[in-house]
């Protein structure tokens, strides 16, 4: 299995810093083998049969073609739950499982009305539903296949989440109130995509990440908008934000009537998180 593991490494040498090539090469044989690394490791596990290697040269040739791993797996891990991944939407990111934690623990002991808008894989939403107990959840989606997604995600993790098809840019009644309103929008310039790394704009879903450079801050605006009606008395909004526009975010939801605002670094000392209060 050594031999296997260089191999791995090798293959992905171009593509991968040591430490990513590491860890890869432990996803990728607990992947073919069907075994844990410790037990290939160990000697435990024989080599690989004939069908694994394929399947193993199958997996490293869509991954030296930039494609992310999450999406050759098929899975990825967020907030201690195996969420489905697929190009429908995005990635589910570290950063976002911090807002979850900060979500959590303003919650805990409560039983609120949560509302997910541009939930994705519904990573966020599904979390959040199993996390806090009582809660109940809605998220909100443009894309059908998006929904679909995370329809099963919420299916495999025992999350009973109501998901919702919806244009947030246009109107709709509003006939139901939450607690808490929580988003991940897209928040990336278009003239920014030329300096991110191609697995991400390669592979990913452009309309979950890009908003026009004339307007970055569209969809924060339009929900703070929307947190006003949507929100009960003393409801929070909670925003995932680009590093860069935590000031501008800030400004904005004072400006839409929030006196309540608090900006949060993540755990890399970037401008990550926004909590705005309704009083």
């Given at each position: 299995?050594?031999?296997?593991?260089?191999?791995?490494?090798?293959?992905?040498?171009?593509?991968?810093?040591?430490?990513?090539?590491?860890?890869?090469?432990?996803?990728?044989?607990?992947?073919?083998?069907?075994?844990?690394?410790?037990?290939?490791?160990?000697?435990?596990?024989?080599?690989?049969?004939?069908?694994?290697?394929?399947?193993?040269?199958?997996?490293?040739?869509?991954?030296?073609?930039?494609?992310?791993?999450?999406?050759?797996?098929?899975?990825?891990?967020?907030?201690?739950?195996?969420?489905?991944?697929?190009?429908?939407?995005?990635?589910?990111?570290?950063?976002?499982?911090?807002?979850?934690?900060?979500?959590?623990?303003?919650?805990?002991?409560?039983?609120?009305?949560?509302?997910?808008?541009?939930?994705?894989?519904?990573?966020?939403?599904?979390?959040l539903a199993v996390k806090i107990a009582h809660a109940r959840v809605e998220a909100w989606e443009l894309s059908t296949a998006a929904i679909q997604l995370a329809e099963e995600n919420a299916r495999r993790n025992g999350a009973v989440v109501r998901f919702v098809q919806r244009d947030i840019l246009k109107p709709f009644p509003i006939t139901t109130r939450f607690d808490l309103i929580v988003s991940n929008p897209p928040y990336v310039?278009?003239?920014?995509?030329?300096?991110?790394?191609?697995?991400?704009?390669?592979?990913?879903?452009?309309?979950?990440?890009?908003?026009?450079?004339?307007?970055?801050?569209?969809?924060?605006?339009?929900?703070?908008?929307?947190?006003?009606?949507?929100?009960?008395?003393?409801?929070?909004?909670?925003?995932?934000?680009?590093?860069?526009?935590?000031?501008?975010?800030?400004?904005?939801?004072?400006?839409?009537?929030?006196?309540?605002?608090?900006?949060?670094?993540?755990?890399?000392?970037?401008?990550?998180?926004?909590?705005?209060?309704?009083?």
């Open positions: 299995m050594q031999q296997v593991i260089r191999q791995i490494r090798q293959e992905l040498g171009e593509h991968y810093s040591f430490s990513e090539k590491s860890i890869l090469a432990r996803i990728l044989l607990e992947e073919v083998s069907g075994r844990t690394f410790a037990d290939i490791t160990s000697g435990k596990s024989s080599n690989l049969s004939d069908s694994q290697r394929r399947k193993l040269e199958q997996i490293l040739a869509r991954l030296k073609k930039g494609e992310p791993f999450q999406y050759v797996l098929g899975r990825t891990s967020f907030y201690g739950l195996e969420i489905l991944t697929g190009r429908e939407a995005l990635i589910p990111r570290p950063e976002t499982e911090e807002l979850v934690e900060w979500i959590i623990g303003d919650n805990a002991g409560k039983a609120p009305a949560i509302l997910d808008i541009g939930t994705g894989s519904g990573c966020i939403a599904i979390a310039t278009e003239s920014e995509k030329e300096s991110m790394d191609y697995t991400v704009t390669a592979y990913e879903p452009a309309e979950a990440l890009f908003v026009a450079d004339s307007d970055p801050l569209l969809f924060y605006r339009r929900i703070a908008s929307l947190a006003d009606h949507l929100l009960n008395e003393g409801g929070r909004l909670y925003f995932e934000i680009h590093s860069s526009r935590g000031e501008e975010v800030c400004s904005m939801l004072h400006e839409k009537g929030f006196p309540e605002v608090e900006l949060r670094k993540d755990l890399s000392s970037n401008d990550r998180m926004v909590r705005a209060v309704k009083h």
